[in-house]
């Protein structure tokens, strides 16, 4: 017999998965040698040392069930709530709004939606219907708007607007990234973001938000940005220029860029120009489906510029890991197995 | 709403009532892993709070996520299983992976070279291969027969034999 063998079977006598036939050639062989018996000894002394606290306090368990009980009934509840407020009554959303993901932009269309029951007291006659369409991650739409607009809406992303313009203005709502292509009716188009106010006559351009950060690159034409906190704050962006507006600050002066070169995800592309690396995650995340998490805050600040096109996702993450030399490594999801999940760390980072 | 499962209720049912949102059956069955679990999440990270944080981590996301569950198959081995890889996932995240080994044994141990031991054995089972040491921990630990060790772990009996073996091997090379 090999001595990985009777290793097996002294392993498998400790744990108690013997088999009498095992048993049997394991004490033929014990009773055959000292040094079995020694080598059993040991792996015995190796087992029972393996484990010292087995004393160790364990949490108490009704304390415990009532705090996970707690924290699930908070849960619970929102949902309920979620699902049995009034707008939801009346007004006809989409259904691929509900799911939650688009909680921020669920919140986001609530003031939309009141405004929409006031067009209804006013105008009674006419009756909106305000409606969302959203994408998945890895997925693209072109919505035509009532007015004949058109919009690229990015992965991630929903719009959110009315069957019918009526009013003075044409009014939609943006979350995540899409490109304009309005037509020109008179009427001002405005697009509001979590914090900024797009406004435009007739154009195309590029709107991105996330996070209360907006960016507005114009393609054609003329743009007036506005933050919405600090309404006297706006600034006018013409062909090729961007403006980006965080959180509570005013839109950045116009910045000359070249359009066409940026929004290349409007051609499959990936382009990251002195973009952090939080956002890249997110971008990739939506591109390619995945999950991507950073080991620490600090690695969000990091800024890479560069492009890319038709690579698979860990090609493009060996580029950017080589770029700002740190690295990443694949770890496992929890909740879906199927969506490949990556940790991007620093070198140093045992 | 009074629910008809009790303490004796398979798995199976109590997963087929979770799905319904049946709540009673998520406590029998929270009752019926919390201890196994944490046990298990505390050999594998030496912290009662992180084990703690991370089984009700692991509770939370299957009652959120009770519509995907699939009655057909073990629960036990899902809990195991998810428990895992949020005990990896939480090993890759935090940047030190250095438990305090010897605060572990500290005044537990009368004589200083069996101390010794103790203190290697432990170091070679913190170095021990995520696969080799979950195998390991569900033996040692848990009280898991090798049948069941296969499944929790979805490999072979026979892979179970293997793993056990080398960890006999490299823990006890820890002693020379």
């Known amino acids: 017999m090999s001595k990985t063998e009777f290793i097996k079977f002294c392993v498998k006598s400790i744990t108690g998965n013997i088999e009498e036939a095992e ?38 368990i009704d304390v415990e069930w009532e705090s996970l009980n707690e924290k699930i009934r908070d849960v619970d509840k929102e949902y309920e709530k979620e699902k049995g407020s009034i707008f939801n009554k009346i007004l006809v959303f989409t259904k691929s709004l509900f799911t939650p993901i688009w909680k921020p932009a669920l919140a986001g269309l609530f003031i939309v939606a009141i405004s929409v029951t006031v067009l209804l007291l006013s105008n009674k006659e006419e009756i909106v219907t305000f409606k969302t369409i959203s994408t998945l991650n890895n997925e693209r739409q072109t919505v035509q708007l009532p007015d004949g607009s058109t919009v690229k809406l990015n992965s991630g992303s929903s719009i959110g607007f009315p069957d019918k313009f009526i009013g003075e203005k044409r009014e939609v709502k943006l979350e995540g990234e899409a490109f304009f292509s309005v037509t020109k009716n008179g009427k001002p188009f405005v697009i509001t973001t979590e914090n900024t106010r797009v406004t435009v006559l007739g154009t195309e351009f590029n709107v991105w938000t996330r996070d209360e950060k907006t960016k507005v690159i114009v393609k054609q034409g ?44 409007l051609d499959n592309k990936l382009v990251f120009n002195r973009t952090p690396l939080n956002e890249i995650a997110g971008e990739l995340e939506r591109f390619y489906n995945v999950k991507i998490e950073l080991a620490n805050d600090d690695l969000g600040n990091l800024t890479l510029t560069g492009s890319f096109e038709n690579q698979k996702v860990e090609s493009v993450l060996n580029m950017i890991c080589l770029a700002l030399n740190i690295e990443f490594t694949k770890t496992v999801e929890i909740i879906n197995h199927e969506q490949k999940s990556y940790l991007i760390k620093s070198k140093n980072n045992l | 709403m009074l629910s008809s499962k009790n303490n004796d209720t398979a798995d199976e049912e109590l997963v087929e009532a979770i799905k319904e949102n049946d709540h009673d059956a998520f406590k029998i069955l929270y009752y019926r892993y919390f201890q196994k679990l944490i046990r298990f999440a505390y050999y594998r990270s030496h912290s009662v709070e992180i084990a ?125």
Do not use: H
Request: aromatic share 8%.
């Open chain 1, 23 to 60: 048993k049997r050639e394991l004490d033929k062989l014990l009773s055959q040698s000292v040094e079995n018996r020694i080598e059993f000894e040991k792996i015995q002394s190796v087992w029972e040392k393996s484990v010292t606290n087995e004393n160790q306090e364990l949490p108490d």
């Open chain 1, 222 to 265: 003329r743009v007036n940005v506005e933050q919405i906190k600090t309404k006297n704050e706006n600034v006018i962006l013409s062909k090729d220029q961007e403006s980006i507006i965080r959180k509570n600050f005013k839109p950045s002066p116009p910045q000359n860029v070249n359009a066409d070169y940026l929004l290349g995800w």
């Open chain 2, 52 to 176: 703690r944080d991370l089984v009700q981590e692991l509770f939370f996301r299957v009652w959120g996520g009770r519509e995907r569950l699939n009655p057909k198959k073990s629960i036990q081995a899902y809990l195991y299983k998810s428990l895992n890889n949020l005990i990896i996932n939480y090993k890759k995240l935090s940047s030190s992976q250095t438990f305090s080994l010897t605060d572990i044994v500290e005044g537990k141990m009368k004589v200083e070279e069996e101390q010794e031991n103790i203190i290697d054995i432990q170091n070679a089972i913190e170095r021990l291969p995520e696969k080799l040491r979950t195998v390991f921990i569900l033996s040692r630990v848990e009280g898991y027969k090798y049948f069941e060790i296969a499944e929790i772990c979805n490999i072979s009996v026979k892979a179970v034999e293997k793993r056990m073996t080398k960890v006999a091997f490299l823990l006890k090379k820890a002693l020379d």
